[in-house]
Each structure stands twice: as structure tokens, then as C-alpha cells.
């Protein structure tokens, strides 16, 4: 029997669901708490200065419209997709298709962006000047966690929630350390509160879209809970609930680290992490600290931080391939699950050997922006299908999707040209692979 015989006359393989309330929680946790928290407050820090803390209160904003979309719209359709799927029911398949690739794109280049900085505290902890081998380490990094999610969400939840305890220890230490450091300083790291680059010559208001919109990406890692919702126990309730327990967290997180790190340290600390060079900007700025050892710590949670970015990113991006491959939207191979029910393991490695090959690519800068253009696109189709959703499934007013859908098409174009030009040719890219599939369907079943 052919693979659209077999679709269309039997019901694809469904996962088990493993995740509780607290295991949602910490996989959101283990997917926002990483590359945002010691990586690209950097970048930001470096385009507009201390007022990336502005940036960062902006963007949570935005991403709290999101995240209220991506609840309601997961616990009324709790399936692997996330929004993929929610584009196929509520608008068109077009729509869905485009979010759908769009989110592999964007979370792709997210995996490769935490594998590099992984490598870059990783040889900052261990003292080694050699650039060369941050590649190298990335690469090894994400092969080695692919090998992890192929053993199944339940492992991989346990393994996270060691990850995650692990990275909040090391964060509140900073913020502590930072805090009591900020308040014995008598110099003023704040009185240039818009300055960024000596050679950008750009507006505040225009380096502060940018950085609003990289800091958005920071935050979206909530939506690992609804595309893993086919996983989650009970998911009307846990899903909600986890996400709105998980973007409360990290937010406050993110502000305590930006103010205790930009207080302390001074902005000029983050301005290099750009890739290019010092891809370590928390540890820098803890070696200022009077008490020792606190930037070893601070590494060390960053490294397992990565781990746990690198872990969830590959467990969400994993399963958007399998709805996809479920649909006929990529090879049909991507919808096999081993004989456990804990693993689409086709959809694993292949997206797997993607995050590989851009974290070969080795540039930190371009893959957070390439990032932050295409998820803010994939984030604008969930508020467009949270509006489109029957009243009767909604949980919170229109007027916040609303909101979030003109938050994330206002910011997508704020991002380097470059970024947003290679994000619309990805996505006409994927739109004539989906046309190729589609008259290859059409052709094998007449």
C-alpha cells in the first residue's frame, strides 16, 4: 500500500503524551533561557546600548500578545505543529505552509546560533584563544543532543529539567552578585541610555526597532509547549498555563540580567558578541565582579543553558517536520515514529543535519537576525489564526492577537536588510518545493 493509500484510509501514528504541568514549564524554560539570556542581550546591547533594557520590555510586550494567541490556539487544537497546524485549520494551507517552513527556517538558525555560543563560553571557561575551534565545538554539540532526542521526549524532559536547574542557579547568582556590584559602583553606566555603535549612524529610534526585534526572538521559545502539544497531559489546561508561567519567568529574568550586567559592567561589554569575536558577554562581564569564581559559574550555566536551547529547539523543530510530512508538505518519510510511540526519528535527523550545517556556518550576528525576521513572520500567522478562530475557543479578548499581528509585521523589517532579504527568498523557496510536492501527490495518485 502506497504512503497516501496508507494517510488516507488509516490515522498517522499519534505520540504519548509525557508532560505534565512542570515538565511544560521547564521545557519552555529550557528553550527561552539560553542563546536570549547570555547571547543576544549582547547583540541588542551592542545596536542601542543600556536601553537594551528598553528593548527587552518591548519585546515582551509583544511576545505576551503572542504567547496568549499560541495558548488559546494550542489548547483548543493540541497537536505537533503548532502553528503549521493552526494555519491548516483556522486559514489556509497556504498560510500554514508558510508558517510552518518559516518556523524551521527561524528556529534552525536559533539551534545554530546556541551551538556557537555553547563553544564560545565553553573555550571562555576553559581560557583557550582560538576561534577556530568554536565551529568545530557547535557542531559537535548539536550532534551529540540530536543523538539525546532520539531516545525519546521522556529522557530528554529529565535531562532538561537538570539543564534548566542548573542554568537558574548560575542566572540568579549574576543577578545577585551584579545588583550588590551595581549599587557599590560610583560610575554612571546609565547616562548614555540610547548610545550605541561610534559607526551607526542610525536614529535611536531606529536601532531600538532593530533591537526590539531581536529581543522578541529571545522570548519565543514559550511556543515549544504548543508545537509539543500532542505531548502534553490534559493540554486545555497545562498548555496556557505553562506558557503564561514560563514568559512571567523569563521576563523578569531577562531584566534582572540586563540591569545587573549593564549596571555593573557598562554596555561596552557586550558590544563584540557579534560572532565574530567575543561570543561570551555574561562571563566577561561577571570577571568584573569582586567575588571570584562567579564568572566559572556563570559559564558553566550558560554551556548547559545552550545544551538545553539546542535539546528543545531540535524537540520542537523535530516535530513540526513530522506534521508536515504528515500533510505531504515535506517527504512522507518524516512522519514515522519508532515502535515506542516516543520518537519521530526520520524528522529528528533530518532536521538535525540542517542545525549542523548553519552551525558551520559560524556567524552568530546573521543567524539571530535571519531568526528574529522569520519567526516574527511565523508569530504574525499565529495571531492572523487566533483572530480567524471560532469565538466560542477563544480565552482572551481579539484585540490582544490583533495587537501581536501589528507588533510582528511592524518589526520584521527593522532587522538587517540582508536577514529579511534571505527570509523572503526562504520562504519562495518553500513555496515552490511545497508547489513540487504537491504535482508530485497529484501525479503518483492518478
Same mark, same amino acid.
Given at each position: 500500500? +502506497?504512503?497516501?493509500?496508507?494517510? @488516507? ?18 521545557? $519552555?524554560? $529550557?528553550? #527561552? !533561557? ?14 542601542? *546600548? ?34 503549521? &497546524? ?11 505552509? @508558510?508558517?510552518?517552513?518559516?518556523? !524551521? ?10 551551538? !556557537? ?19 568545530? #565545538? ?67 529610534? %531606529? ?41 512571567? /519567568?523569563?521576563?523578569? %529574568?531577562?531584566?534582572?540580567? +540586563?540591569?545587573? *550586567?549593564?549596571?555593573? @559592567? ?18 566577561? =562581564? ?15 550555566? @550558560? ?26 508538505? !515535506?517527504?512522507?518519510?518524516? &512522519? ?24 558551520? #556556518?559560524?556567524?552568530?550576528? %546573521?543567524?539571530?537576525?535571519?531568526? =528574529? ?14 483572530? =480567524?478562530?471560532?469565538? /466560542? ?6 484585540? %490582544? ?5 501589528? =507588533? ?39
Amino acid at each position: 500500500m +502506497s504512503p497516501e493509500a496508507r494517510s @488516507a484510509n488509516s490515522p498517522p501514528a499519534a505520540l504519548r503524551r509525557e508532560l505534565g504541568p512542570f515538565s511544560a514549564v521547564m521545557l $519552555g524554560l $529550557g528553550s #527561552i !533561557l539560553g542563546t536570549g539570556v547570555f547571547v543576544s542581550i549582547g547583540i541588542a546591547a551592542g545596536i542601542v *546600548g543600556p536601553a537594551v533594557m528598553l528593548a527587552i520590555a518591548l519585546a515582551a510586550i509583544v511576545a505576551t500578545c503572542n504567547a496568549l494567541s499560541s495558548a488559546q490556539l494550542a489548547a483548543s487544537h493540541p497537536t505537533s505543529g503548532g502553528t503549521y &497546524e493552526y494555519g491548516y485549520v483556522y486559514l489556509t494551507p497556504t498560510l500554514g505552509f @508558510a508558517a510552518g517552513w518559516m518556523f !524551521l527556517c527561524a528556529k534552525s538558525a536559533s539551534a545554530a546560533t546556541a551551538a !556557537l555560543g555553547l563553544s564560545g563560553y565553553l573555550l571562555q571557561l576553559l581560557g583557550i584563544d582560538q576561534p577556530q575551534w568554536r565551529i568545530a #565545538i557547535g557542531v559537535l554539540a548539536a550532534a551529540t543532543v540530536v543523538g539525546l532526542v532520539l531516545t525519546g521526549v521522556r529522557r530528554s524532559s529529565t535531562v532538561n529539567t537538570i539543564i534548566v536547574t542548573i542554568t537558574l542557579i548560575s542566572l540568579l547568582l549574576f543577578v545577585v552578585v551584579g545588583l550588590v556590584a551595581l549599587t557599590q559602583s560610583t560610575d554612571q553606566p546609565f547616562s548614555h541610555f540610547f548610545q550605541g555603535p561610534s559607526g551607526d549612524s542610525r536614529s535611536a529610534v %531606529l536601532r531600538m526597532l532593530e533591537a526590539t526585534a531581536l529581543m522578541f526572538v529571545a522570548f519565543t521559545g514559550y511556543g515549544r509547549i504548543a508545537t509539543m502539544g500532542e505531548e502534553v497531559r490534559e493540554p486545555e489546561r497545562t498548555i496556557p498555563r505553562a506558557i503564561v508561567t514560563t514568559l512571567i /519567568v523569563s521576563s523578569l %529574568l531577562y531584566i534582572g540580567v +540586563s540591569v545587573a *550586567g549593564i549596571g555593573s @559592567a557598562g554596555a561596552q561589554v557586550f558590544s563584540n558578541s557579534d560572532g565574530t569575536g567575543q561570543s561570551a558577554p555574561l562571563a566577561v =562581564a561577571a570577571r568584573t565582579f569582586d567575588l571570584p569564581g562567579v564568572w566559572m559559574v556563570v559559564s558553566i550555566g @550558560a554551556i548547559t543553558a545552550m545544551l538545553g536551547v539546542l535539546l528543545n529547539l531540535i524537540l520542537g523543530l523535530s516535530r513540526v517536520a513530522l506534521a508536515m510530512g504528515r500533510r505531504g508538505d !515535506l517527504p512522507r518519510a518524516f &512522519e514515522r515514529i519508532n515502535r515506542t510511540g516516543h520518537t519521530p526519528f526520520v524528522a529528528v535527523l533530518g532536521v538535525g543535519l540542517v542545525v549542523v550545517g548553519l552551525t558551520a #556556518i559560524g556567524s552568530i550576528k %546573521l543567524a539571530w537576525s535571519f531568526s =528574529a525576521f522569520t519567526v516574527l513572520v511565523y508569530y504574525a500567522i499565529t495571531n492572523l489564526a487566533c483572530i =480567524a478562530m471560532p469565538r /466560542v475557543n477563544r480565552l482572551y479578548h481579539p484585540a %490582544l492577537a490583533w495587537f501581536g499581528l501589528f =507588533a510582528c509585521l511592524s518589526l520584521a523589517f527593522w532587522v538587517e536588510p540582508r536577514a529579511w532579504i534571505a527570509g523572503l527568498s526562504v520562504l519562495g523557496a518553500g513555496l515552490v518545493l511545497r508547489w513540487l510536492f504537491s504535482r508530485r501527490r497529484t501525479s503518483s495518485l492518478t
